[in-house]
Nanobody
Framework: QVQLVESGGGLVQPGGSLRLSCAAS????????MGWYRQAPGKERELVATITRAYGRVYADSVKGRFTVSRDNAKNTVYLQMNSLKPEDTAVYYC?????????WGQGTQVTVSS
């Protein structure tokens, strides 16, 4: 069984920064792609950023230049550094990990950007 545990969410003012972390544990051979999605109230879950095991990165247009995704393969951990946060970034952020043929999801962490 695989578990993903997220941390680092919270309340931040517009223009501020937050760093999310997500650690995978359990029966893990190799984690291929890891990444982050988010879901705002009344909206569908959307891709934020992904990173492959070889460090190939994909970003949503809305976060390019502001967010940076990274990972530590030795620790099975993925990070999301979020800078220049905007109110529209407010959402529950979910990490995921692609292991074998299965995608695993974290429980979600709330990010609120408000003055």
């Amino acid at each position: 069984q695989v578990q993903l545990v997220e941390s680092g969410g919270g309340l931040v003012q517009p223009g501020g920064s937050l760093r999310l972390s997500c650690a995978a544990s359990g029966s893990i051979f190799t984690i291929y792609t890891m990444g982050w999605y988010r879901q705002a109230p009344g909206k569908e879950r959307e891709l934020v950023a992904t990173i492959t095991r070889a460090y190939g990165r994909v970003y949503a247009d809305s976060v390019k230049g502001r967010f940076t995704v990274s990972r530590d393969n030795a620790k099975n951990t993925v990070y999301l550094q979020m800078n220049s946060l905007k109110p529209e970034d407010t959402a529950v952020y979910y990490c995921y990990a692609s292991i074998g043929t299965v995608d695993y999801w974290g429980q979600g962490t709330q990010v609120t950007v408000s003055s």
